[in-house]
Structures are given as C-alpha cells and as structure tokens.
C-alpha cells in the first residue's frame, strides 16, 4: 500500500500568500485523512495533486482558528463537486476533533443554509482540564458545556449523523478513535492555549509472504494449500507432514506510524511518548526558532530543539517540522542572507537530535512513507 | 475625498486559485469598508495595496458560505496585526447582515477561543418572508429564532458589544443603517436561495466653494467673513450690504452613489430601483452566461443581461459585473478561442444596456470613483 504525506499550509496563526494556515493530507492508495482544515485549505488542495472529493476523514488537533477555519467551506466544496444522485448512499465524512467541533460546523453550515450531498459526522474528544493553562482562557472564552451542549447544541444538521463522544482511557491515557483492519488512530494530549491533541496512525503488520523456495523443499506446489497455510491455518501433506504457516512464512511485515501533533509546548502525561516510539515520520510545529524560546513557551508553542527533544526521546526515524511563524519564508523565496531563515530552524533541530533526519515541511511538500521490509 | 472600489474576489460558490470567493472593499480617504468575506479574504487582502488593519466596517450581504466564511479569520488576523495596547481604546469594528450572523461570528469566535484587539458589533437586519424561495430551505435548515437566538444565541463574546437588530421601513422599504456626516448607507430586499440584501452608499453633498471673483466684487477679503459664509451665515459688510452664502457659494456638489448588490435573481419590492436611480457605480453577480439563464434563475442567480436590465432602469453610470461562476476564468489566463469567456458575459450585458459603460471585475481591480465636478 502507498502512503505519503503532503503538506497543505504550513504557517502558524494565519494563511499567508507564502504559507498557507494548517493543514496536511495521509493518502494512502488514494484514500486521504485530511489533518487540520486552516482557511484557504481548499484552495491549496485543488493547487495540490490531491482530490479534495477523496478525503474520507478528517482531524482536527484543536479549535484555533488557524487550524480550523477552512472546514465549513471544504465540505462545501466538497459536495459541490461530488456527484448529486449517487447511485449508492455515500458514507459519511468523519470528523475527529476536540469537544466544540459539533457546534462549531453544525452552527456554520445551519446558519448558511448548506446542504451537503453526503452525510457527516462529528466524533469529539474530551480534553483533561490540565490541557491549558488555567488562566489561558480569559472571562467569556471559557467553554460552557450545559445539556445542550452535549450534542453540539440545537438540533442536528440535515446531512449531520450524530457522533460519539471520547473520554480520555484513564489506564492507557490516551483516546482510541479507529480500528480498522488496516489502521488503528488514537488521540493524546497536548498542552497549549487551548486544548490540543496529537494523532497516531498506526499501519496494523502485514503478514509475511510465502516462502517460495521452502514450499519447494516441501514439496508444495501453488494452490489451496499455499492459500490455507497464508491464513494462518496448519495443514498436512498427502506424506503425512505437519505444516504449520510459520514453516513457510516470512516474517511479518511491520507496520508504519504517522504522529501528528496539533500545537504545543509539551506533552500531557507520558502517553504520547510511549504512543510515538519508533514512528516512522513524527509531524510536530516549530513555530519560533530556539532563541525565541520563551516567547514560545508563552504562546503554548515550540521552537526546533522542543520538537528534537521529543522526536529523540521517541526514537523516529524522521522528524517533520512545521506550522512555523509566518516571518520564517519558505526555502524557495529565501534572498541571500536573510534574518528569519527557516533553514536555521532545521539546523537548530538537527543540533538537538544528534544527526537523525529533519525536514523542513512547504506547502505542497509530499514525503513518501515507503512500506517497511524485513531486515 | 478619495473613493475607489476594489475587488478581492469575484467568483462564485467557492474560492479557487484563479478567483477567490466574494469580498470587495469600498475606500474612502484610507477608511474601509468591506463588502462580504469569502474564505480567504484575508489572504487576498496580503496581495493587495489594501490594508486589513483600515477595515472599520463589513457589510454581508447574505450568509452563504462564499460571502461569509472568511470573516472570523479575518478579524483574528486583524487583531493579531494591531497595536497590542493602544493609547485609547480602538473604535467597535461594526458588522452588519442577516440575522444568524450575530451568532454565526460569536461561535465561531468563542469556540476558537479568539480574543481581539478592539470590540465588535453585528447590526442584524430582519429579512422578509419573501427573499426566498418557501421551498428554498430543506428540513431542518430553516432558521429557527427562539428567544434565546434574539442576541444571537447564549452569551456575548468577551470583546463582542450588543448590535441593533433592522427592522424594514415599511414606508419605505429599506433598511437605513448609518447617517453619518458624510454617508448616508441603506439595504433594500434581494430574492435568492437565502435572504439576501443590496447596500447603498451615499455620499452627501458637498457644499460649493465660495466663488473668489465674486467675492472680490463684493470687497470681501480672505478672512473669518469668508468662514461664516462657508458655513451657512450671512453676514452684514461695514458698507452695510447684506451678503448671503447663496450669493457667493458656487453649486454645491453632488454626493456619489455606489450600489453593492449580493446574489439575486431579482430584486423584492421597488425599493432598490428607486435607492440605486443614477448611481455612479452599479456593482452586480452575473454568475452565469445568457444562455444559461433559467439555470441561473433556478439557483437564485443573475445573468448579464438581467444585471443589464436593473442597471437600465436605474440609469446607472458604471454596471460592474463580478460574482462568475468558476468555469469563466479571469481575462489574464484566457487563452484564444476558448469557451466559457468570460468577455462574453461583457458582451451580453452591453447588447441590453444599450451602449452604457460595463466593466468585468477581477481579482485585485481597483476602480476609481471621481468626485464630482458641478456642470
Ligand atoms: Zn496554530
Ligand atoms: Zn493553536
Ligand atoms: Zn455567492
Ligand atoms: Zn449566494
């Protein structure tokens, strides 16, 4: 299966002409898992190579505008363009994000009296109260969650499904929000000015192919027998030989793991750490450089050697920087010498990380994910 | 006084890379307005000569996503641009619109948990039962307004001030929304899917220059007698001949009159003829070509030639036409022969306007409106 990431808007706080606000696609043969919906993502998608029709869910980290935004209009478009009489009802688009989402798109879409021609749904995650500083929220910002709340407020959007609420698993300290044959999605905690999450995609292993040249010695030949044994059942031969399917498997292919954390200055609880070990890409902001350090951690934010540190503590394989201050230009609009040199960021995270792999995320930078094979 | 129209967006239902959703900015001396914010308005603003931080009010003619969405990220962006203490407290940015707006930014803005910069304001206008289709709005996706929705629904927004809520003036069919020393704006009934307004913006007269050969006549010299005949007084010369400000004033000037119109297929009432008669500049959709017009009209929308026909009647000086559907692609990318050209559109409205001035708006067009001149 092919999977790669593509970075949609790569800015912190706002969309500029330079770099759009938040957001990023894991396509995986085609299927793709939109990641934060800043505004103008529909734009950079159909600047992109993806199909905005193709994303079936969406995430989102947190509810700060710069990564949220975009929403409303995507599904709008979305629907715009998708087919108006399907043949078969289409499933619904899911949406995955913090406590609020339901409101938030159930109000804009009622509001601006948009139908959508297929159903959507909105699962929320309780945050923890330790997810924000307590003073972070000034007066009148702080939620209200009476029982009206609890299902987004009023009634249901037309095309809307309700979805599910996710408390946090108080023994694992984190949310399992999807398991699928191929992929399980959990949840954990962030801290910033509001409550935010991290996001982990993790491939299930693929079993391990036939061994062609041991089925030989045994004297199997391809049919039923080879299909038996591929899934995971014994079989003995007309010799009277017991086979069983590890004689003849090879090892088990490994699964890949995408971490995408929304905006933060650290962890909450030890969840996260133990969720990202090994992954293969971990997708985290640097919004300041490391100079700017308190500024960042005043603002819930992190600087490259914040995001080194957790990507060492992790062991991934590649760290992907992104969401950065809008002063930092991108790569390709960089003069000589310029102050606020993004690529300063990547060297402040390279320090940090005693030579693993950063990279520098742009708009419309796709990175491969390439499957794992055994060593 | 200064005055010129620019255009942030002209393009239909959604934002794209070539044209971005409805926003134009009407300046005065350096003060903004901004007529809708579609998603992304705030970047287009960047690509600009405009500045954002200038925008005092916004006017929303509808509450459809392409007219609507980009307005809480532009007020964040705004506040995060502007002086973090000023010296006096900044003015209320003053929004006015459909009902639904009030609470459409308020959750949009408590939930993302944005602070501003300065207080806002939404003035709600109350639409007629007849700016819609009755059919127009599926189950579930007409308005509902309980008591609790009369503020806009829960509790304001920390820097939210409590707006007046438009009744329309039975008499006189409009919605007079500001009376300043120099404006006067009112907003007259559209038909489309969703309620739907025009905004017209007045300038007053302007009294006439006091003529130096006649006062030279007179043996009046420069000097506070000049003053209070400039202001309106007469005034006794020691000669004893009594001077009045007709006398010596020249014509005062006529005010301009600038018509902003949101999506419609036709205008409810008569209001709207009588408010834009003789307007210096007639802004209008046409979303689609002549030929598709009952495809227009079933959608709520305008072709050139009905833009044409109001802009006849009204003996308008200037019919700009923008709001294209996406498939006409701006003058700029047009390549020979193509179909779908926009240069059509232009054509089509000046065969019914009968040889009067049409201008196609684009993205970043600026339109001067000179004062004018006494005859
Ligand atoms: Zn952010
Ligand atoms: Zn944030
Ligand atoms: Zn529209
Ligand atoms: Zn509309």
Chains 1, 2 share one sequence.
Not at 138 to 150: N, Q, R, T
Request: net charge negative.
């Amino acid at each position: 299966m092919s999977m790669d990431l593509t970075f949609l808007g790569t800015g912190s706080a706002y969309p500029s002409p330079h770099r759009g606000a938040s957001a990023l696609v894991l396509r995986t043969d085609g299927d793709c898992w939109l990641f934060d919906c800043g505004e103008g993502t529909q734009t950079q998608l159909m600047k992109s190579q993806l199909k905005a029709g193709r994303i079936t869910k969406v995430f989102i980290t947190h509810l700060h505008g710069d990564h949220l935004f975009g929403l409303p209009g995507l599904l709008c478009t979305i629907s715009l363009h998708s087919c108006p009489a399907p043949a078969k009802p289409p499933p619904p688009v899911e949406v995955y994000g913090p406590r609020g989402l339901r409101k938030f798109l159930r109000v804009a879409l009622t509001l601006s009296g948009s139908q959508l021609m297929f159903p959507y749904v909105v699962h929320e995650l309780v945050p923890g109260d330790d997810q924000c500083p307590p003073e972070g929220l000034p007066d009148g910002l702080e939620p209200v969650h009476d029982d009206d709340d609890d299902d987004g407020g009023g009634r249901l959007h037309p095309q809307e499904v309700l979805g599910r609420t996710f408390q946090l698993d108080p023994e694992q300290g984190c949310y399992t929000l999807l398991e699928s044959p191929q992929f399980v999605v959990r949840a954990f905690r962030l801290f910033h000015r509001l409550p935010s999450f991290g996001f982990v995609v993790e491939e299930r292993p693929r079993p391990g192919k036939l061994n062609v040249q041991l089925l030989k010695e045994l004297g199997i030949k391809p049919g039923p027998i080879c299909g038996r044994l591929k899934n995971g059942e014994s079989v003995t031969l007309e010799n009277g030989v017991v086979v069983s399917p590890e004689d003849v498997l090879e090892e088990a292919v490994p699964g890949r793991k995408v971490c995408i954390l929304g905006d933060c200055c650290s962890l909450v609880g030890d969840a996260g750490r133990r969720l990202c070990h090994g992954a293969d890409v971990l997708v985290h902001e640097a919004t300041l450089e490391d100079s700017l350090r308190d500024k960042a951690w005043e603002h819930g934010h992190s600087t490259p050697s914040m995001a080194a540190e957790l990507a060492e503590a992790c062991q991934v394989k590649q760290l992907v920087l992104y969401h950065f201050s809008q002063r930092y230009k991108p790569q390709s609009l960089l003069k000589e010498k310029e102050d606020d040199n993004v690529l300063e960021l990547k060297r402040q995270a390279e320090a940090a990380l005693n030579g693993g792999e950063v990279i520098l995320a742009e708009d419309f930078l796709t990175i491969p994910i390439p499957s794992k094979r055994c060593s």
